[in-house]
């Protein structure tokens, strides 16, 4: 062991007494847990508060060097887990603590490991931060990195290396456009960013990744981010804010979420939809670049997709432009689609759809209803001596989820009509 008995003691005196430090470990007698192999015990440790683990090793001369070796390791501070009445001691021991704790940990494998942190307490935190998680992600398969209060932390401006890192999760963190360069981390296929700022973030690029999700996230205003994971399997976008981003082509998609709500840089200063707007410094044309402002921003990405949800909010620009240009989706066979893609009196955005969607087999129109349960529920019907030629002939199934039945909504079932769908109610 590279971690003597004194460097044991050493994060006892170094270790915040937090809220449950009264409670002395239980030790348990002959069988049940002890007759547990250490492999098994390690996994366990791991889902233990990093204090907590470390405690373990008063429980018996088995137990001693156990929580060096766990499979997990959760790094979890926030201000109201001060048992010392004194904030600033207790964040600059907890810093002393973890220090010490990785020290002893030395290189052993970590299947999984979560920082969480609630507020920073003085100039010392970022630092301590930053080291902490370029250690652990050295060694980390499955890394979650938690901003708690929302506070303003920027992450290095360096790319993450890591050989082993398998799935990454960002929650409330500044990232700045390096870290995006997932170039060193050859295994990486799982990436989630929640609630951070991404403004700026010229690229993000990954030829491992097989999942993104990216929800609630602030977006630069003054250019788009450039999304390449050519190996994408799975994407969601989830109501970002300001512009939206680019995404390359992605060949291997099979299923993408896509809801465009807040978009207010989008509709600026242009409300023209054919992306030839002349204003040399308008946001809804800017960002696109000159070259490639003739293009979709996010429909063409989305073009080899077999599965898709699309949720727009009304008057959302980039899906308006999207659709002047609209791809052949020659794969997709569900479709979700919410009202703002089906408007009268024309209802262009969905005739679009289902023009250049060759092998549809499901369509679902979810009406002025947030779901998941829906309080009305139809079916369509099709008539097959008379089956339109503007839709799918592979195309089996519509169905209409809606809150009530009123005008609007009869205004669509109106026009559904008119291919020859009729509907009942489930």
Not at 144 to 166: A, G, I, K, Q, Y
Not at 171 to 184: P, R, T
Not at 211 to 228: A, D, P, Q, Y
Request: hydrophobic share 35%.
């Amino acid at each position: 062991m590279s971690c003597s008995i004194e460097d044991a003691r050493n994060l006892f005196d170094v270790m915040p007494l937090g809220r449950n430090s009264n409670k002395a470990p239980v030790v348990s007698g002959g069988g049940g847990i002890d007759s547990l192999p250490d492999g098994v015990l390690e996994h366990m440790l791991g889902f233990l508060e990093a204090r907590e683990a470390v405690r373990t090793c008063v429980l018996a001369r088995r137990w001693r060097y156990l929580w060096m070796s766990a499979m997990g390791l959760r790094i979890v501070y926030t201000t109201d887990d001060d048992g010392e009445g004194d904030y600033l001691t207790a964040m600059r021991k907890y810093r002393q603590f973890v220090d010490c704790l990785l020290d002893c940990r030395g290189q052993a494998p970590l299947e999984t490991c979560e920082i969480s942190f609630e507020g920073l307490c003085d100039d010392d935190d970022r630092p301590c931060l930053n080291r902490w998680i370029r250690h652990v992600t050295c060694q980390v398969q499955i890394f979650r990195l938690s901003n708690v209060c929302r506070e303003d932390f920027e992450l290095d401006d360096l790319p993450l290396v890591s050989r082993h890192l398998t799935r990454l999760e960002l929650d409330g963190m500044e990232l700045s456009n390096s870290f995006f360069d997932f170039s060193s981390c050859p295994s990486l296929e799982h990436l989630e960013i929640a609630t951070c700022f991404l403004s700026e973030a010229n690229m993000i690029m990954s030829k491992s990744l097989k999942r993104l999700s990216i929800t609630n996230c602030l977006f630069g205003k003054r250019f788009r981010t450039r999304v390449n994971v050519p190996n994408l399997v799975s994407l969601r976008l989830d109501s970002h804010l300001y512009r939206a981003p680019v995404i390359e082509r992605m060949p291997a998609l099979q299923e993408a979420y896509v809801r465009v709500g807040h978009e207010n840089a989008n509709s600026g200063d242009c409300d023209d939809y054919s992306a030839d707007c002349d204003y040399e410094d308008c946001y809804s044309c800017q960002g696109v670049l000159r070259g490639d402002n003739k293009k979709c921003v996010l429909l063409e990405c989305l073009s080899e997709a077999e599965n898709m949800t699309l949720i727009s909010e009304s008057k959302t620009f980039i899906f308006g432009r999207d659709l002047n240009k609209c791809p052949i989706f020659s794969k997709l066979k569900t479709l979700l689609l919410n009202e703002s893609w089906c408007v009268a009196p024309d209802f262009s955005a969905l005739t679009c759809i289902l023009k250049n969607t060759p092998v549809l087999g499901k369509l679902t129109l979810q009406l002025f209803s947030k779901g998941p349960k829906h309080k009305v529920e139809m079916i369509g019907r099709f008539n097959s001596m008379e089956r339109s030629a503007a839709i799918s002939e592979h195309l089996k199934t519509v169905e209409i989820k809606c809150e009530v039945v009123d005008e609007e909504v009869n205004e669509i079932l109106k026009f559904l009509c008119t291919l020859n769908i009729c509907f009942i109610f489930k």
